[in-house]
């Protein structure tokens, strides 16, 4: 049997073994800790003073009751998908919004926060939650477990549990190419490697935390998003070749430290789930995946709007966000969601069997 044919095989098994758990009402993990940016956040800045938020219409159009959470999407996020996927009938809820309280917690909680970043200065521009601040709640979460379950359902539930953490984008989107006292003091290199020793430390402390089972997002193209395109593309309409090579740099980076830290922790698996590639390939070929625009996001013009620039007055917004790669300048629209949630799953195997 080649890798290939045994790879499939294997992921075959896995997803057999998703439904049998699910049909059972059991998903395959105890829970789900998600830390990071707007990626994968599901609603704490809505309970922020910051600028950045997606809590008001047309976010969420087509969610669950057609109503904005707090999610930078129109409906689901690949991490809703991947939930799903694997066996939770509920999602893990924002640790700051009011449902994050009693048995919603014994399915683990989200504490993403839109604009954060591992390099501190990023949240601080935008007010948002650094990782550090991420993992303070976590703490706290934790103690709270403890009165809910007991202290050995607790930690059994801790140690069984997923880790997922998405983050770089802002910090490069957001912070460094903007940001003078970044770029003048940090080469592109420097300061790929200053985020990924962040990144190593965060790891670290989610493993002496209990933390066994994480999952970590490499960055997507970051030069293809519409947002980037119109700031930096100088007047192109094709990915900013530049911005996706400096991905490609700190993805090769993040790439090597994860398989440092595999080596130094003990019982430690960390997976790097490949968001670059798939989404480049989204982008560049969109028909081949059923998409009619990958230039343009569905949300007004679709060149540069999000958060507020993204509202109900937007003149523009589309009308069938399923036929878009983006639903606004900076975040997939949940077709693209869906699939990139296909590649976390499948990405994904050793985490969960």
């Known amino acids: 049997m080649n890798c290939s044919v045994a790879y499939y095989y294997y992921y075959f098994l896995v997803i057999i073994l998703v439904i049998s758990k699910s049909v059972n009402g059991q998903p395959v993990v105890p829970a789900l800790f998600i830390f ?9 800045n809505n309970n922020l003073h910051t600028i950045v938020k997606s809590n008001f219409n047309p976010y969420g159009r087509d969610f669950l009751y057609h109503q904005p959470t707090g999610r930078f999407c129109n409906g689901k996020l690949a991490t809703d998908f991947t939930a799903e996927t694997i066996g939770f009938t509920s999602y893990q809820p924002a640790y700051l919004n009011k449902e994050a309280t009693g048995k919603n917690l014994l399915i683990g909680a989200n504490f993403a926060s839109a604009s954060s970043g591992y390099h501190d200065s990023t949240p601080k521009i935008y007010n948002t939650l650094s ?8 703490m ?36 460094y190419y903007i940001n003078p006292l970044l770029y003048k003091l940090y080469s592109l290199e420097e300061f790929s490697n200053v985020l990924v020793q962040q990144f ?9 935390l209990g933390a066994r089972k994480v999952g970590v997002t490499s960055l997507p193209p970051l030069g293809c998003l519409p947002a980037a395109i119109t700031i930096f593309g100088e007047d192109s309409n094709e990915c900013v070749e530049h911005i996706n090579k400096d991905a490609i740099t ?26 670059y590639q798939p989404l480049y390939d989204i982008v560049t ?19 540069v709007e999000t958060s507020y620039l993204c509202n109900s ?9 399923s036929e878009y790669v983006f639903w606004d300048g900076f975040h997939p629209s949940e077709a693209t969601n869906r699939i990139l949630s ?9 985490l969960i069997s």
Do not use: H
């Open 36 to 44: 990071g940016d707007s990626i994968v956040d599901v609603g704490n």
């Open 200 to 208: 190593a430390e965060f790891v670290r402390k989610l493993y002496w």
């Open 250 to 275: 700190f993805n090769n980076m993040l790439n090597y430290t994860a398989n440092e830290l595999q080596t130094q922790l003990s019982n430690l698996t960390l997976v790097v789930f490949d968001i």
């Open 140 to 175: 706290e979460y934790q103690k709270k477990l403890e009165l809910i379950a007991g202290k050995t359902n607790a930690t059994s539930i801790i140690t069984e549990a997923v880790y997922l953490i998405s983050a770089g984008s802002s910090d490069f989107l957001q912070n």
């Open 313 to 321: 007055k937007s003149p523009g917004t589309c009308n069938n966000a």
């Open 131 to 138: 990782l550090s601040k991420q993992l303070e709640f976590y």
């Open 342 to 350: 296909d590649d976390l799953t499948a990405a994904a195997i050793s």
């Open 285 to 303: 070929k969109p028909q081949d995946n059923g998409f009619v625009e990958a230039r343009k996001a569905c949300c007004g013009t679709g060149l």
